[in-house]
């Protein structure tokens, strides 16, 4: 019997002819696909008032909108502790502190009041994320951050080509990232982005992306090099490849068919194990959402034995994920009581989700889960 993973990326012919187009043409770093890249996610936000840079990967984006604002040493930034590592290791390459704050328990996004009670003189910024399949009150957000007056990056990793209020993801917030990793919803192999305001904010990411190099992106993204150029800040080896833009490229052209199948994926899942006393599903209707993952909440002291009971008829499980403050790294970090937190961070368990998943795929998953509560 096959192995049924947690997540399993989209590739087919289109992404093998993305791919090989791309090692044809031999322009292996950043090229022209990266800036067609940047425009195709700028075309589907439709948003004329924003500007897209692409990077390496979403920690890269994360760790550069850190910069952007200027959080350094001696800065806190508020983040749920139900989030990433990947943000709390990007507040700390800054030489910040995270603050960790709690979260609501329906939407498992930022808890607003919580998060008040952390503001302090030190506070720069604040890291929202969309989790799954429900999205932060992102209008709540922006009150938020203009009472205490700090920036927002919006970490829409899990909310790529989802709609908030009508209006899409990373069209309306301060700083919006995506990640593009082997296992989100479209893939680059490995990949990040940040939708900004300025040109002089993506001036500084080009020059931060590319090593401080003031190298014109408009140059690189014929296929060339400008082979004099002036260094005038801090950067990293952040840009991303042509050939992971070229695999973008041929993701974004299937968006319609993965919404519409990992939408369905999760309403059923909803509708099958929504009514199991046990397990508590995602509350919401998967409008103008595309999944990224689907999780189930049971009782922790029944989580590692459902897991087993999955792994033993071949159903793969993951944890998204372990609250930042339980890692050895983060527990002296300022902190709230974080009692949601806690509860979910033992029941949390996430399900298969793939794009074009199988039915009979779905049907092992939905019949494993009810197998073990029977």
């Not at 009670?117 to 994320?129: F, Y």
């Not at 957000?141 to 920036?151: L, P």
């Not at 970490?155 to 009508?166: P, V």
Request: charged share 20%; with cysteine.
């Amino acid at each position: 019997m096959d192995r049924i993973p947690v997540f399993q990326p989209l590739l087919e012919a289109e992404e093998l002819a993305a791919s090989e187009s791309a090692l044809r043409l031999g322009w292996l770093g950043m090229g022209k696909y990266v800036g067609d890249f940047e425009q195709s996610v700028l075309r589907l936000l439709d948003a004329p008032d924003r500007h897209a840079v692409a990077v390496s990967t979403g920690h890269a984006a994360l760790h550069l909108a850190l910069l952007l604002i200027g959080v350094g040493p001696g800065d806190e930034v508020i983040t749920p502790s139900f989030n990433n590592i990947a943000d709390f290791q990007a507040i700390l390459a800054t030489g910040a502190s995270p603050v960790f704050c709690d979260i609501d328990d329906r939407t498992l996004c930022i808890d607003l009041q919580d998060a008040e009670t952390l503001v302090g003189p030190k506070t720069k910024a604040i890291i929202v994320m969309d989790y799954d399949c429900i999205l932060c009150d992102h209008a709540a957000v922006a009150t938020f951050a203009a009472k205490h007056q700090i920036r927002v990056i919006h970490d829409a990793a899990h909310a790529f080509g989802s709609r908030h209020e009508g209006r899409m993801v990373g069209s309306f917030s301060d700083i919006a990232m995506f990640s593009f990793d082997p296992v989100k919803t479209i893939t680059c192999i490995d990949g990040g982005m940040l939708i900004v305001r300025t040109q002089e904010e993506v001036r500084r990411l080009h020059e931060m992306r590319l090593i401080g190099m003031g190298q014109p992106a408009s140059v690189m993204y014929q296929n060339q090099r400008a082979w004099t150029y002036d260094v005038h800040a801090l950067g990293f080896r952040y840009h991303m490849a042509n050939l992971h833009a070229a695999l973008g490229l041929a993701q974004i052209a299937k968006l319609p068919d993965i919404e519409k199948t990992r939408r369905a994926t999760c309403i059923r899942y909803n509708e099958a194990l929504g009514s199991l006393p046990q397990v508590r599903v995602p509350q919401t209707d998967f409008k103008d959402i595309i999944p990224f993952l689907y999780y189930i909440r049971v009782p922790g002291s029944e989580r590692d034995a459902l897991r087993k009971s999955l792994t033993e008829k071949g159903i793969d499980t993951g944890i998204h994920w372990q609250p930042g403050h339980w890692f050895s790294l983060f527990k002296e970090c300022r902190r709230s009581a974080l009692p949601v937190t806690e509860q979910v961070g033992h029941e949390i368990l996430s399900l298969p989700l793939h794009s074009k998943m199988p039915e009979a795929t779905q049907l092992r998953v939905i019949d494993g889960v009810k197998a073990f509560f029977a």
